[in-house]
C-alpha cells in the first residue's frame, strides 16, 4: 500500500507554526505562481526579500484553515494553485514592492491579496501600497 500525503501529526504541527508565524508578523502577502515561474526566479526572490521578510510556499488546505480560524475568509478564499506567503515584520512597503516589481517581470506571478496592520488588501491596493515611499521618507 502506497502511502502519501502528510499524517495527521505533521499536518497539525504545520497549522501550529503557520498560526504561529501569521500572529507574529505585522503583514503577509498571499502570491500564486504558476507553470512558468522556475526555482532559480524563486530564489531570486527570496533573496531579495531576506532583508525585510522570508517567502514560503504553502500547503492551500492548511493554509486555508489558519486563515479561516484567523477571521481572513477574504483572504483564505484567494488561495488556489501553486501558492506562496510573504511574511514581513515591520515596514510592509519595502517587500511589498519587491514583489510587484516581481510580479511585472513574470507573467505566472500574481499577488492574491496580503494583510497589513489589522486590514485586508486586494491586488488593486497592493499596488497602491508599493507606489508609496519609504516609512522614513513619510515620516520626514
Request: aromatic content about 6%; glycine content about 4%; overall charge positive.
Given at each position: 500500500?502506497?502511502?502519501?500525503?502528510?499524517?495527521r501529526?505533521a499536518?497539525?504541527?504545520a497549522?501550529?507554526?503557520m498560526?504561529?508565524e501569521?500572529?507574529?508578523?505585522?503583514?503577509?502577502?498571499?502570491?500564486?505562481?504558476?507553470?512558468g515561474?522556475?526555482?532559480?526566479?524563486?530564489?531570486?526572490l527570496?533573496?531579495?526579500l531576506?532583508?525585510?521578510?522570508?517567502?514560503?510556499?504553502?500547503?492551500?488546505?492548511?493554509?486555508?484553515?489558519?486563515l479561516?480560524?484567523?477571521?481572513?475568509?477574504?483572504?483564505?478564499e484567494?488561495?488556489n494553485?501553486?501558492?506562496?506567503?510573504?511574511l514581513?515584520?515591520?515596514?510592509?512597503?519595502?517587500?511589498?514592492?519587491?514583489?510587484?516589481d516581481?510580479?511585472?517581470?513574470?507573467?505566472?506571478?500574481?499577488?492574491?491579496?496580503?494583510?497589513?496592520?489589522g486590514?485586508v488588501?486586494?491586488p488593486?491596493?497592493?499596488?497602491?501600497?508599493?507606489a508609496?515611499?519609504?516609512?522614513?521618507?513619510?515620516?520626514?
Open positions: 500500500m502506497k502511502v502519501t500525503g502528510f499524517s501529526t499536518k497539525d504541527l497549522i501550529r507554526e498560526e504561529k501569521v500572529k507574529e508578523h505585522t503583514a503577509f502577502f498571499i502570491a500564486r505562481h504558476e507553470g515561474v522556475s526555482a532559480f526566479s524563486l530564489d531570486k527570496r533573496a531579495k531576506r532583508p525585510h521578510s522570508r517567502y514560503l510556499v504553502v500547503k492551500n488546505s492548511l493554509a486555508r484553515r489558519v479561516s480560524q484567523a477571521r481572513l475568509t477574504l483572504l483564505a484567494s488561495l494553485g501553486t501558492c506562496g506567503m510573504t514581513t515584520q515591520g515596514d510592509p512597503v519595502a517587500p511589498c514592492r519587491i514583489l510587484v516581481f510580479a511585472k517581470e513574470n507573467q505566472n506571478f500574481k499577488i492574491q491579496g496580503a494583510y497589513v496592520n486590514s488588501l486586494l488593486d491596493e497592493i499596488r497602491v501600497l508599493a508609496l515611499p519609504p516609512r522614513e521618507v513619510l515620516l520626514a
